[in-house]
């Protein structure tokens, strides 16, 4: 595709919740001082890091047209894993650390292929599974740590989320590495656009031999895995693990996805769209705390930007089929 | 759904009430304390002060899952309603006018969902978790935070009868019953679900009929949170905080599918007692509180794999499909 | 058109629980021919393809391919022999691009160790098929932007992607109009050329008698016999088919047109605009157009399901307002809607037959809001007896159905409610010879007790045999109008009007002259 298509072709990926959410935006910038500057501009996508890697798993689950419910206890139980391990250890080695993040991924990629196995492969109801195995998590973790919460993590483990390359802080880096290998995997190889034709037409998928058990099953492993890495980032970062850490990440993962124009019937959008939904999220809270709202006041109005933000997309996609289907069709 | 009566949703079922029981059985016979001929203390306070609430709670997200929807908002519902119920009792001194204005404030938030939901065309996950961000909120901006006390009067009107809450649920569940399984009303609900545009068709409403389900949804939310503050005999603007998720893990036990048309009121019951039965259970047998959420997953999946079995051992319906 | 052989069958059996579907079929199928295969709905056509396509196993006798064994383990295995089916439900990815849909499942990939997806040659080879066929399609283009027509010929275009031996057309043209159909015959007799074996499914005879070459007639999982096209005839394949003769199709009694039921007055909506029609008591009026003139449109407005936007609308003399339209005041004035969708729009699948028949009524029959069980299951046995709807009880799942029977069951749902004016939309959509029958007795039957019958219509041998008068549509509008004793009825003539555009306004005739149409005769 030429620069000049590929550009076109932007545009037209951005749906129209986007346009009203950039609206939004600018309008904050108007509003307050230094919004679109570099040091807030940052505090947003720090903020943003952790819901944007979980996000990046969702989209895929939802892109086949269902929902990975178990994310929140994933992320709880792969960062409760780690902290106790850290903690377990006199003093904190790289090693450690590494090995730290490697439990988070082990048992995030963990609970990730019993998610796939049961859904994608036995058939199993994936409402059922997903949200057994958010309960098995979030009850593991309650647990293991007798309904406490762990805290004070060593440097070197939180150097992780909050220490800085180049002037980004390292969770902002790692999120970006992590979308850029998603975006790949996402619209640049055959699981990819299996997801999508999975998600448009489960029949038509079967039928042009695309192996769907297959397809599904890495579609949860994988966001089992991402929500084990968004444990990592969330460890490092609130320098705190306990039965309570991912809670309602479930639920925040599904409307970072469908703010950025992921339908929940699948086969549409993606997570280009997630990205920014994700960021659109966090810049929202960041805006409306900077405003001076009460933390109460804030969660009311996030609750109507989200509507209004869905809302304005809903009512131009009826308008626009309205428009195209006045002009008297003409058979090609 | 309701008159369909085939030998496998039977079994199905049938299933789950025996596991009830079965339960039931096994927590008397493994322990003394959960359940005995001269000991029913404990399971007459499950019944009486416990299981009431999940199974309003589970039945209030069952109604929208028949018309092939969620609701989100069942926290700020219980909240909110049951927050600006005590403010009214306090300022107008009327227990009547109090239950009147929370009842009032659970229906105008399902009203507006079902409208989001039904006339604009917002998809319900959007619109009701939406809703209730802005419901929490508000509880939270009203009360500033803070808690009421001092309904001393208000919980003396119900537990002057221990039975005042199951009695209650009672009446709804039965009620509800009867309109979505013995009533045209209820028909076209679950014809709404089942095929929206066919219903839409046959001269059904489909956008009354889903407004309608969502009210529902926020009457019993409504209901529920002014139970509680009478149990409580206080109101907190964080009361519903986490029952969305034990709304959605009762009713999803009880064998209710967020496929339009394939919940039914008694998932509500059946899950909400299986929910209850087993947490007392748990601790009974001395399973430690801090490890009921796990075993609820368990539980969960094994539901899961159950009726997987059953659905093998029912071989015998021969599929004739005609082309 | 060669002698020799490209695909042998012998054998060949499949067998579901309860019903041998495939009884030890043997036929065969040689290159460059078009071999229609006819059957009844139930007869083992599908399932007897599908086992060639690689979807079913088989589980008895065996297939000879080019003269070797030939027994697919999937969908896969027989692609790679260069089998390939395009089914009768189009199974295209709506939100994808045709490019993608070409390639699903095997979309190119360059280099060794990403194994990148190449978008550009996917869209390069899907443009270069579609030209090579002649189909105007960019191949960038989603296919829910399409045309139905348009979809099917990228259907095809995707079954021959691949290097091909024979493909299997199911019903190809259920969806089409005649223009659409001579395209994709175009496509076809290309393909011949090339020596493809093409397997033609089909209940149309004139599509039959146009493009076929060799007929194989299947009935109740068996082999009836196979005849050459030119050598045989209507009576014979359908004697062939049903084991009987069949009394003639169009069987009506022509009525003297009653009071006007149903009237449009240059009714305007989204799709159409100065649309004037009228449907007597007594008579069928058909409606001839191409998928998309805006036929359906019409139909939802009349129904109150899709808004009016200008003109006016009467039943029965009175005028029914645009603001407030809705089927439920539909349906209470009279009006019945039989949509052409009757899956997703006429049925509740998962329902049973019986709660199906009763979901109009429900306020008519349960009349204090109560439903009433015993009630209920008299009134669908009644029905169903009346409509000959075969299944073994009423409380069968609809999805359980074959077409015609569930045709019949949305018939019934509608007699419910006593309308006097019916809409029914592709009535006869994918619906065998033997049921269509049946339907056209029950319309005729309709319209002899006084009703009458809006009946929108893609098949010509249809729209000509049973209505009184035929309206066409083209881009929204009516343009023209053929009432039977005025016009002859033929499909050369109905096409005429049907592709006749802009211009002329349509008038309706005066009652005077009306009646005195059909005192003359021809009726």
Not at chain 3, 54 to 79: N, T
């Amino acid at each position: 595709m030429s620069g000049m298509n590929r550009g076109k072709g932007f545009i037209k990926g951005i749906s129209g919740s986007m346009w009203a959410g950039i609206g939004l935006i600018f309008l904050f910038a108007v509003v307050i001082e230094n919004y679109l500057g570099a040091r807030n501009v940052m505090n947003i996508l720090r903020n943003s890091s952790v819901l944007v890697v979980v996000a990046a798993g969702m989209t895929m689950i939802i892109l086949l047209g269902e929902i990975d419910m178990s994310v929140g206890g994933v992320i709880t139980i792969a960062a409760t894993s780690a902290g106790l391990y850290l903690q377990s250890v006199e003093t904190v080695t790289i090693g450690n650390v590494l090995l730290g993040v490697l439990i988070c991924a082990a048992v995030g990629l963990a609970f990730g292929i019993f998610n796939g196995y049961m859904i994608g492969i036995r058939k199993f109801n994936y409402w059922l599974v997903s949200f057994g195995s958010m309960s098995m998590g979030f009850g593991l973790a309650k647990g293991i740590t007798n309904g406490g919460v762990l805290s004070g993590f060593d440097t070197k483990f939180r150097w992780i989320s909050m220490g800085e390359v180049l002037g980004l802080s390292m969770c902002i880096v790692w999120a970006l590495l992590i979308c850029a290998a998603v975006l790949f995997l996402q619209y640049r190889t055959r699981f990819g656009l299996h997801l999508y034709a999975i998600g448009d037409s489960e029949a038509c998928a079967l039928n042009s031999g695309i192996n769907v058990r297959k397809t599904r099953f890495l579609a949860y492993a994988f966001s089992g895995l991402m929500a084990g890495l968004a444990a990592m980032l969330l460890l490092a970062r609130t320098n705190s693990a306990g039965a309570a850490v991912g809670e309602g990440y479930e639920f925040n993962a599904i409307a970072a996805v469908v703010v950025g124009g992921t339908a929940m019937d699948g086969g549409k959008g993606g997570f280009k769209g997630t990205i920014f939904g994700a960021v659109f999220i966090s810049a929202m809270k960041n805006g409306l705390q900077l405003i001076g709202l009460s933390n109460y006041w804030q969660q009311v109005l996030l609750g109507v930007v989200i509507i209004a933000i869905i809302l304005y997309d809903v009512i131009s996609t009826k308008l626009r089929v309205k428009k195209s289907l006045r002009r008297v069709y003409s058979d090609g | 759904m309701a008159d369909r009566f085939d030998v496998r949703s039977f079994l199905i079922k049938g299933a789950r009430v025996i596991v009830l029981i079965l339960l039931f059985v096994v927590f008397s016979a493994f322990t003394d304390s959960f359940f005995g001929l001269n000991n029913w203390t404990n399971v007459g306070n499950i019944l009486l002060q416990e299981a009431p609430f999940y199974i309003l709670l589970a039945l209030g997200m069952t109604i929208p899952m028949i018309v092939g929807g969620i609701d989100l908002s069942i926290e700020a519902n219980i909240s909110l309603s049951s927050f600006i119920c005590a403010m009214t009792i306090q300022a107008v001194g009327n227990t009547g006018a109090g239950i009147l204005t929370g009842l009032a404030v659970g229906l105008l938030m399902g009203f507006i969902n079902g409208v989001l939901i039904a006339r604009t065309g917002l998809p319900p996950f959007v619109a009701t978790y939406s809703m209730n961000w802005i419901g929490k909120g508000s509880a939270l901006v009203i009360s500033k935070g803070g808690q009421l006390n001092g309904f001393e009067n208000f919980r003396n009107l119900f537990n002057s009868w221990e039975g005042t809450y199951l009695l209650m649920a009672g009446i709804i569940l039965v009620m509800a019953w009867f309109l979505y399984t013995k009533t045209a009303f209820g028909r076209e609900t679950y014809s709404v679900g089942c095929n929206a545009v066919a219903a839409r068709i046959s001269g059904i409403n489909s956008t009354k009929i889903k407004i309608l389900a969502y009210m529902a949804s926020g009457f019993i939310g409504a209901m529920t949170g002014m139970m509680y503050v009478a149990k409580l005999g206080a109101a907190d603007p964080t009361l519903g905080n986490g029952f969305t998720i034990k709304a959605i893990a009762a009713t999803l036990i009880g064998g209710a599918s967020f496929r339009g048309a394939k919940s039914r009121v008694s998932n509500a019951l059946i899950g909400g007692l299986i929910v209850v039965i087993l947490n007392n259970g748990l601790i009974h047998i001395g399973v430690p509180g801090v490890w009921q959420d796990f075993a609820q997953g368990l539980i969960i999946i094994a539901a899961v794999l159950m009726e997987r079995m059953l659905e093998k051992l029912q071989t015998a319906e021969p599929k004739v499909r005609l082309q | 058109m060669g002698q020799q052989t490209l695909l042998e069958i012998r054998n060949l059996t499949k067998v579901f629980p309860g019903v041998t579907a495939v009884d030890h079929v043997s036929f065969d199928i040689r290159p460059g021919e078009v071999h229609v295969l006819m059957g009844e709905n139930g007869a083992g056509k599908s399932t007897l393809v599908k086992m060639i396509a690689g979807i079913h196993g088989i589980d008895d006798g065996d297939m000879v391919l080019s003269g070797e064994v030939y027994r697919p383990q999937s969908v896969l295995d027989a692609q790679r022999h260069g089998i390939n089916m395009v089914h009768q439900e189009l199974s295209m990815m709506p939100n994808r691009t045709v490019a993608q849909n070409i390639f699903v499942g095997r979309e190119p990939v360059k280099g060794k160790l990403l194994k990148q997806v190449d978008l550009r040659k996917m869209n390069e080879d899907s443009q270069a098929l579609l030209d090579r066929l002649g189909v105007k399609v960019n191949a960038q283009t989603r296919t829910k932007d399409l045309s139905i027509a348009l979809q099917q010929m990228v259907e095809v275009a995707k079954a021959i992607s691949t290097d091909n031996k024979i493909l299997i057309l199911d019903e190809p043209t259920s969806s089409l109009t005649t223009p659409e159909i001579k395209a994709l015959f175009e496509i076809v007799r290309r393909l011949k050329e090339d020596g493809l074996g093409i397997v033609y499914i089909s209940h149309r005879m004139n599509e039959i008698f146009e493009i076929g070459d060799r007929i194989t007639i299947m009935r109740d999982g068996k082999y009836v016999g196979t005849r050459r096209v030119k050598e045989t005839s209507i009576d014979e394949i359908i004697n062939m088919m049903i084991g009987r003769k069949l009394v003639q199709l169009f069987d009506r009694t022509w009525n003297k047109p009653g009071e006007i039921l149903l009237e449009t007055k240059e009714l305007t909506g989204l799709r159409f605009r100065n649309v004037n029609i009228r449907v007597h008591a007594g008579e069928i009026a058909g409606v001839a157009g191409l998928v998309g003139a805006g036929r359906t449109e019409v139909a939802k407005a009349v129904f109150g399901v899709e808004p009016i936007e200008g003109g006016q609308l009467f039943f029965a003399g009175k005028e029914i307002l645009a603001k407030g339209h809705s089927p439920q005041k539909a349906i209470a004035d009279g009006i019945s809607y039989l949509s052409e969708d009757r899956k997703q729009e006429g049925l509740f699948l998962e329902f049973s037959i019986s709660d199906n028949i009763v979901s109009v009524a429900l306020k008519d029959l349960f009349k204090n809001g109560l439903l009433n069980p015993a009630k209920q299951k008299k009134t669908a046995d009644e029905y169903m007896q009346k409509l000959s709807v075969a299944a073994a009880d009423a409380e069968r799942t609809v999805d359980t159905l074959s077409g015609g029977n569930q045709q019949k069951v949305s018939l019934a749902k509608w007699l419910l409610t006593r309308s006097r004016v019916f809409i029914f939309d592709e009535p006869t959509r994918g619906i065998d010879i033997g049921a269509k029958a049946e339907i056209y007795a029950l319309m005729d039957e309709l319209v002899r007790n006084g009703a009458g019958i809006l009946m929108i219509s893609s098949e010509m041998t249809e729209v000509c045999g049973i209505s009184d008068r035929i309206y066409a549509m083209h881009d929204g509008e009516i343009s023209g109008e053929l009432i039977r004793g005025r016009d002859t009825f033929t499909e050369d003539n109905v096409l005429a009007i049907m592709l006749r555009s802009g211009g002329e306004r349509h008038e309706l005739l005066p009652d005077k002259e009306e009646e005195a149409l059909h005192d003359k005769g021809g009726r």
